[in-house]
């Protein structure tokens, strides 16, 4: 017998090694069905369990379960990333904690140090994910820096390169000054900052009486202003266009220029233009062939003499910078350069100014746009074959508008800076030689050879210190994985991939990449479809962050509700295009469910409704019967429908309802009758049917709930050794659906439906036994009634059901289904008067709500300046309002009509 309570803790800890030591997560390369591959999104090494993982690795797994219950040789390839920038720097802290740098252990040492910790605690991540239940192929698992990949690596980067695909330039990058290297745009956290907005004046050269304002955030960089620009049709401007201003404190010539990118209504409609400190004003620069000025240094201070590189005209200005600011910080500098301008008068003014500075995720530094040379993709010819991919259906995007999304990015693309000034990653292979020629090439050994063919003799190289964005080996998982370059029959059976799951936000840093890459070097497509999932919010709609407060940790829900409880919650409520609102009430509504089903697991015992061998669907002649069966089958082609479509929502909303409704509160009610009767063939037949049914719904939850799921199917059927895990899907293509069965069962649960909502909306009280009356009905209904009565009669708690062709009673309160009208006799229950006056009351209460919220709604500033989620939030209340309003009003017309 099972336990009264279901133990999820105990359940988990239990069942999940059983599945892996059963070698029931494997794909099998020799199998002759048709694979169905999907490729695990590598969570960082460093990383923990986070809501975002834990949505986006439940609906893998919940696909991957089902497909490869169906049948398909299912490959979910796990594996982790090696997180360059975010494992070096938990390896530093820890050398810190020592009162050590990396420089202590020198570039070997410290690399050594990285892989030991990684042997410490980098299996954190894939022990948490087991916690979920998630079931890839962890035979095999794969590291970013383990050594087949990293031949990978290097054979895309030397091929990539000799395609001249693969270049060094000097370009802007977001430069950490505290860590010493570029980050990507993913690793740059926006933080709202109260600043200022400085007024600076900037003197004509030729007219020094006359001046142009330009306003900005960063004064510091105007050492480095190549020029000033102003919108062509802004006619304050228009008669200087051409002309110089001379820049204050550096007394350099710079032209005013004319470009769309200023705005006449921001500010002056001067903008000061500075190539090499700011990423808007470098595209600016190269449209007008602008020298480009850098003023600091990798630390972010000011230099003694700017690194310059000319303009397109072979212009170069003068390089020396006034000694003042020489070393400063910039900040510290901002103040000098400030008071310097306050001192000759060329300060107009100072605004307070509220905006967003980017800082390092890792640092927490104030990233600096900086000049520097980097290795670069060529992003823009590598993008054209992924776009005509999309453009062709040969990777669809579900939801098909995150297409735009990409098409966008993609046909805008800029190159890729791929360099990381790093210690832990893949190394550039790279090597200079004395006269700084670099031999690209896949190991030192083939860069001397290299080098000795170039200059006839062996000379000494120097290899690049710098090693690789992340990305750029995360670009290849998709193949890489699967063992290429080497000859593997992975790459052949499961490339390319059924589908990818992964969240919107890396569109561009990876998914993007992996199209680019796999067309490439494969010849197609990385995966068949892009499944784009919603983000997970607080209760309220908002992104979570510590700063907020708000973070909900997936394992703490775990801990607390099981993991089932999570992955159905997740499931449920991941409805294309939707954010998740996410609360510990909605986890534990679906703990419920669990229970919810353990415990009719435990009724089915307790009335020996155990399996069957042999058992007949179509053999059961009982109309009940004949109508959850139908059920059964209904459900199983709504969650197999919704499986195919990517609505994971639909199919849990499916299982849920059939279960929770149909199963467990209509169908046990219905026949437990049946169980306690006399009749024995009609027991023993219902015995048989619910045990098969409840098997059919362990089998369809099973892929959302594999724990509760698989502990039942050992417990109900003796079949402790039979894996429910690895157990086919069902078929249920020989059994055809009693829909004449179906709609009179169905008949019977609307009608009592009906007669509870009615006696809730009028506070009949539970004790209260009232007559259901019915006048119109047709012959069917008749005998539908005649049928079921003491069904009917006892759960919807009458004292009797019957038809009339007389008038109903006064003080009756009346509903209509199908072709009768249904009466229930309620003045000698409740006081029809009062309950009149209730429901007026309650409707007026809700239309004064609504009231406010569409005043609310109606306030431009409201709609404009509120946070998104709380614009939502109001309509969501308004619709919530209105439908409670609709319910009342339905409530009122029924006691009207009486």
Not at 27 to 42: E, G, L, R, W
């Amino acid at each position: 017998m099972l336990d009264k309570t279901y133990s999820p803790s105990e359940v988990e800890a239990r069942t999940y090694p059983t599945w892996e030591q059963s070698g029931a997560f494997a794909s099998n390369t020799t199998s002759n069905a048709q694979p169905f591959c999907v490729m695990m999104p590598p969570p960082n090494v460093t990383g923990s369990l986070h809501m975002g993982h834990a949505l986006n690795m439940t609906l893998q797994d919940v696909l991957t379960r089902y497909y490869r219950r169906s049948g398909r040789d299912a490959l979910w390839q796990p594996g982790t990333d090696h997180a360059g920038i975010a494992t070096q720097s938990v390896v530093e802290r820890q050398l810190a904690g020592e009162g050590k740098t990396r420089h202590d252990l020198g570039r070997d040492g410290f690399v050594a140090r990285v892989w030991d910790w990684k042997a410490e605690s980098g299996g954190t991540i894939t022990r948490q994910l087991r916690r979920l239940g998630a079931s890839p192929d962890w035979r095999r698992e794969r590291f970013t820096m383990d050594e087949g990949l990293s031949h990978a690596v290097r054979k895309v980067f030397v091929q990539l390169f000799k395609q001249g695909l693969i270049y060094k330039d000097k370009r802007l990058v977001n430069w950490d000054p505290r860590l010493h290297t570029a980050i990507s745009d993913l690793e740059v956290e926006q933080k709202e900052t109260k600043g200022h907005l400085w007024h600076l004046k900037y003197p004509l050269a030729d007219d020094p009486q006359r001046f142009i304002t330009v306003a900005t955030t960063r004064p510091e960089t105007m050492l480095g202003d190549t020029a000033v620009a102003v919108h062509p049709d802004d006619d304050r401007y228009r008669d200087l266009i051409g002309q110089d201003v001379l820049l204050p404190l550096v007394d350099r010539r710079i032209p005013i220029v004319a470009d769309d990118y200023a705005d006449p209504e921001q500010g002056s409609g001067a903008v000061k233009i500075t190539p090499a400190h700011d990423f808007n004003d470098f595209n600016v620069g190269k449209r007008h062939g602008l020298p480009m000025i850098n003023v600091m240094d990798r630390d972010a201070r000011i230099l003694a003499t700017a690194e310059v590189v000319p303009g397109g005209d072979g212009s170069e200005p003068d390089s020396a910078l006034p000694a003042a600011y020489a070393g400063l910080d910039r900040y510290e500098a901002r103040k000098r350069i400030i008071a310097d301008f306050a001192a000759q008068d060329l300060l107009e003014r100072i605004d307070d100014h509220l905006h967003t500075v980017p800082h390092g995720d890792r640092s927490g530094t104030a990233i600096e746009p900086w000049l520097t040379d980097q290795w670069y993709v060529d992003a823009e010819t590598l993008a054209q074959p992924a776009i005509r991919a999309v453009e062709e259906g040969r990777t669809v995007f579900v939801p098909r508008t995150w297409e735009n999304t990409y098409f966008e990015w993609m046909r805008n693309i800029e190159p890729w800076c791929i360099s990381r000034q790093l210690w832990w990653g893949h190394q550039i292979p790279a090597w200079y030689g004395p006269d700084g020629t670099v031999f690209v090439e896949q190991s030192e050994e083939e860069a001397q050879a290299a080098a000795k063919r170039h200059y006839g003799h062996d000379a000494a190289l120097t290899r690049d210190p710098d090693v690789l964005d992340t990305w750029f080996s995360s670009a290849l998982w998709p193949f890489s994985t699967l063992g290429w370059p080497d000859p593997a029959p992975e790459v052949d059976r499961y490339y390319p991939g059924d589908v990818l799951i992964t969240a919107h936000d890396i569109i561009f840093f990876w998914v993007a990449r992996m199209m680019m890459m796999g067309l490439h070097f494969m010849g197609e497509v990385p995966f068949r479809t892009v499944y784009m999932h919603a983000l997970v919010r607080d209760e309220k709609g908002q992104k979570m962050s510590k700063s907020k407060g708000n973070i909900i940790d997936p394992l703490g829900l775990i801990d607390r509700y099981g993991a089932d409880a999570l992955r159905m919650t997740l499931t449920a409520m991941a409805a294309q295009g939707r954010d998740i609102k996410l609360s510990d009430q909605r986890v534990e509504g679906y703990r419920n469910f669990a229970t919810k089903l353990w415990n009719a697991a435990r009724y089915c015992q307790m009335n020996d409704c155990r399996p069957v061998d042999g058992f007949d669907p179509t053999a059961c002649r009982l109309t009940v019967n004949r109508w959850i069966i139908g059920a059964v089958i209904d459900t199983a082609a709504k969650v197999e429908q919704a499986f195919a479509q990517y609505r994971f929502n639909e199919a849990a909303g499916a299982l849920y309802q059939f279960t929770w409704a149909q199963f467990c509160d209509w169908y046990l009610e219905f026949t437990k009758p049946i169980l306690t009767g006399s009749d024995d063939a009609a027991a023993a037949e219902t015995r048989a049917c619910t045990a098969w049914v409840l098997d059919q719904i362990l089998h369809q939850l099973n892929p959302i709930m594999p724990f509760v799921t698989e502990e039942l199917w050992g417990a109900i059927g003796d079949r402790q050794g039979d894996l429910l895990i690895s157990r086919p899907w069902p078929d249920y293509a020989a059994v055809d659906p009693d829909r004449h069965a179906g709609d009179e069962m169905e008949w019977v649960v609307r009608l009592i439906g009906m007669v509870r909502a009615v006696r809730a909306e009028m506070n009949v009280p539970a004790s209260a036994r009232i007559e259901l009356l019915l006048r119109g009905a047709s012959d069917r209904t008749a005998d539908r009634l005649s049928r079921h009565h003491d069904l009917i009669v006892h759960l919807a708690r009458l004292t009797d059901a019957r038809i009339i062709d007389a008038p109903a009673p006064k003080g009756s309160a009346q509903a209509v289904l199908d072709d009768a009208t249904l009466f229930l006799p309620l003045a000698e229950v409740i006081d029809l008067d009062q309950e009149r006056e209730r429901l007026e009351r309650e409707i007026g209460k809700l239309d004064g709500e609504i009231a406010k919220i569409d005043k609310k709604l109606a306030n431009p500033q409201f709609v404009e300046k509120a946070p998104e989620e709380v614009v939502a939030e109001q309509r969501d209340r308004r619709a919530d309002y209105l439908s409670t309003r609709e319910k009342v009003a339905a409530a009122l017309a029924r006691v009207s009509a009486g």
